[in-house]
Structures are given as structure tokens and as C-alpha cells.
DNA sequence: GTCTATAGGTAGATAGAC
DNA sequence: GTCTATCTACCTATAGAC
């Protein structure tokens, strides 16, 4: 082997990361395999011998993203959820969505997207309500915030002035705490 | 004129309502001059006579579509803005995008658009919020509901299973239901 | 107002050398 | 595993005829 054997894995988990952060920031359809190979320092050719196609691409990606956005809901006592849940609502995020949740980023994406490719963002979206029904008054309660925060985010991103941004993101958290109480 | 006085504006027209329901299916992005000329049964060239740019036709499909979403809030009683929160949240509403409401199928690409186009998607929010809060306690009730029901339909859409989809907007449905009493 | 023709660019994907 | 080269298709946009 002209590469050491933990190449093609490190190369995979940097062509993940990058490739979900470029998706996050301009959309998975607007992120080229050129683009993405080419940030990645590689050329588009390398690209197919670790991922079949562009969406087998998007599956790892949700896979890898939600993974991680997993883990920041789990094991949380209520106080540390609600630190969680106002960095999730904040200005910050609203203004940053490459370094954010890929839900928001990614969800009309993957609506159009394979069977398979739901399948994951399925199974990742209930793990997550479960998790969060630890905090609130059960499974419903916990698909009701889910849809709040991440409707609230998309929303504020798509909103122009600081003032609507505001009063949507301040609404939002003030309701997912009376709903953890 | 080699054409009647009311010609362009009706072309316009059946312009703007072809590009909102593909762009709602397949993606602003994904929605070709070309593809979408030739659904309205001409060519791209003439696209150009009616819109400056690409950019300029999604500020007025946002314009056009959010319009008619604020009509289906306005005016109604609890009992009639009950049953279009019902439809909103139904499985036929999931399953076709293509009819249905724009914020949930474009706010992703509105966020990455111009700020002139983010500016009419936040005066039809604001909008509907003020529409809304006639019916339950409050702005900031108003704007809780918009996120949770955006939200839910985005999330059901990239869900596989029908058992995670009907999960989740029964439980977003009983939760406006409660809001509005 | 719409046509044809075309510009210049980029898309996803494959073949074969190394 | 990555390279270069290349294919076909599509993209947004413009020019000029009718």
C-alpha cells in the first residue's frame, strides 16, 4: 500500500466534516464535489472511492451531524438542557449556521432526498425526542419543542431585521423553559 | 403590439405560480430558467423579459406564495382557523409541498438569499403573527405557534415512517388546539 | 413578448495512469 | 488513494431577429 492503512478513514472523516459545514452554509444541492474536493486539497476524482454519489453523501452527512447534535442533548440535568436549548436560540447560531444544526440546515434537503437517507435523519429526530422527554411531560411535549426550536431557528434566519429575529428567538425560549419546569 | 395590452402580466402571473410550486417541490435551487420556461411552454430567452434575474424571481414567488398563505389566516373564528391549522398539519399537507406552504419548503434558501428578499418573507411573518395573535394569548403565543407548526411539517417531511410522522404532528396539533382555547 | 442561438461556467460521474 | 482528462448535461444570462 502506497498509503498508510488509516488514510482512507482520516480522509473520509475530513471530507465529512468539511462537506457538512459547506452543506450547512450554501445548501447540500449548491455544494459541488469539485468544491468540496478541492477545500479538502484533493481533486474530484478521489471523491468516488468514498462515497458511491453525491447522496450517498448526504446519509453520511445527516448521519455524522445529527450524531453530534445528539450528544450535546444527552445526560443533561434541566439546568445544563436550558443552557443547551438558549445557545440553540441565540443570535449566534441564528448568524452561524455552518457551525449549527444541520435540522435546520438540511431538513428540506433531506425531505427530498432516498428512503435511506430519512431513515437516518429518522432514527437520529426520535433519539433526540427521547432524550429531551427526560426534561419535559412526555413524548408529545418533546416533539412540540423540538418543532418549536428548530422552526424558530429557520424562521429567524430568513427574517431581516434584529428586532423580529429577537422577539421570535425570546418567545421561543421563554416557552421551552415553562415547559421544563 | 403584436401581443394583447393584458398579455405580459398574465404571462408573469402563470410564471410565478408554475416557479412557486416547483420551486416548493424540487427546491429553488434545483429549478431551472430553462426547465421552468419550458413547463410554462416556452423558452428560457423570454424569461428575461419578466424578471431581472433568478434572484429577482424568488423575492416575488415569496411575495406571491407568503401572500397567499396570510389570506388562508385572515378573518377566520377559533372554530375556522382550527380547521386550517388541522389541514396545515395533515398528512396530505406533508405529502405534498408542492400545494403547500412556502415558508416551510423555502425559508432555507430565503435565509441564503438577498436581504431585500428576506425583508418581504419578514413583513408576511409578521404578518401572520399579527394575524395569529388574535386567536391565542399574546405576540410572543403568536409566534410560538408559527415555529412549532413550520417546524413540524419540515421535520415530518424528512421523516421515513408514517408511525414518526403522525407522532409528531398529533402532538404539535393538540398543542395548538390547547393554545387557542 | 417571444424566438433562436450562443456565450461561459459548472454540475455529477467515469476511465485509466501512477 | 489520488491524479488528470474527459463526457454529457445543465446552469444563468445576453444578443439580435421577428
Known sequence: MRYPPRHKESTR????ELSGTLA???GFASTGVDALMAAAGLTSGAFYSHFRSKSELLE???ESELGRSLELLTGKTNE???VVLKSYLS?????DPAQGCAVTS?????A????????VFERMMVAMKDELSKHVSGHSAAWVMISQMVGAVMIARAMASEQSRN???EAVMQQCQEMIR
Chains 1, 2 share one sequence.
Open 80 to 82: 445544563q438542557l436550558v
Open 167 to 169: 422577539d421570535l428567538l
Open 24 to 26: 450547512k452554509k450554501d
Open 60 to 62: 453520511a452527512i445527516v
Open 91 to 95: 443570535a449566534s447560531h441564528v448568524d
Open 13 to 16: 472523516a475530513r471530507l465529512l
Open 112 to 119: 427530498r432526498s432516498s428512503l435511506q437517507t430519512k431513515q
Open 106 to 110: 438540511l431538513s428540506t434537503e433531506v
